[in-house]
């Protein structure tokens, strides 16, 4: 059985932790991601090679590996480079995830250069975090292995579909039609409805990240009703 097909109808838990989080560690991101192996996910999603190297040591479970990275005036941050997916590969990950946005890469690279070198040089499947339909399905003739909803609300001309709340439910269904490639549903599938809805539309798998592994998140939530009363 393919990695890929390892990940069907199943979740995916994105065990990160963002700058300034206290759950920011390697120990701890292991943690979540050993506690996501014995709740019956499928895989882990997870940033950097500190991280993936600690997960990898407690599970077996496939990784989704990035390198959330920031270049000089670049948009892209998403394992930018074919060089941060080296880095990711030799950390332990079994599919590499890169930003399949058309926006410039450091040094120049294009995405179809990076997809072809991580089949060719590294040997593994390519996932592309795309945030419009139009970037899934060209992610999809470029070879991407997977493309995933994940950037769907995060790009500035993606932004209204944030603002409708929720996850974009109907790029993944188009996706799904039209991609002619496995689809992943990434972006605010926050509540067990939302994870069912999409494995249902047709979705490979689900990952959920902020809604199960932020736990500041999810404080905030309730502290929030709290505060007309605590003065």
């Given at each position: ?31 979540m991601a050993k506690a996501a192996d014995m709740s019956g996910a499928v895989g882990i999603r997870a940033n950097g090679a500190a ?54 890469r450091p040094n120049g690279e294009k995405l179809k250069d990076i997809i072809d070198r991580i089949h060719k040089e590294l040997k593994?499947?390519v996932m592309a975090d795309c945030s419009t339909i139009e970037e899934g399905l060209e992610a999809a003739k470029l070879g991407a ?87």
């Open positions: 059985m393919s990695v890929i097909e390892k990940l069907k109808g199943g979740l995916v838990i994105s065990c990160q932790a963002k700058e300034g989080s206290p759950f920011r560690q390697p120990v701890i991101m292991a943690a991280d993936i190297k600690a997960i990898r040591e407690v599970t077996d479970l496939p990784i989704i590996g990035i390198w959330k990275k920031d270049y000089p005036n670049c948009d892209v941050y998403i394992t930018p480079t074919f060089a941060d997916a080296v880095v990711v590969a030799e950390s332990g990950a079994d599919i590499i995830a890169v930003d399949a946005t058309p926006r410039t593994l499947p292995d997977i493309v995933a909803t994940t950037m769907s609300g995060y790009t500035p001309y993606s932004a209204e579909t944030l603002a409708k709340g929720g996850p974009d439910m109907n790029m993944l269904k188009t996706l799904v039609a039209e991609a002619g490639v496995p689809v992943i549903a990434e972006g605010r599938f926050n509540e067990p409805e939302n994870v069912e809805a999409a494995l249902e539309a047709g979705a490979l798998a689900v990952v959920v990240g902020t809604a199960l592994t932020a736990p500041e998140w999810r404080m905030k939530q309730f502290t929030a009703v709290t505060e007309k009363f605590h003065k």
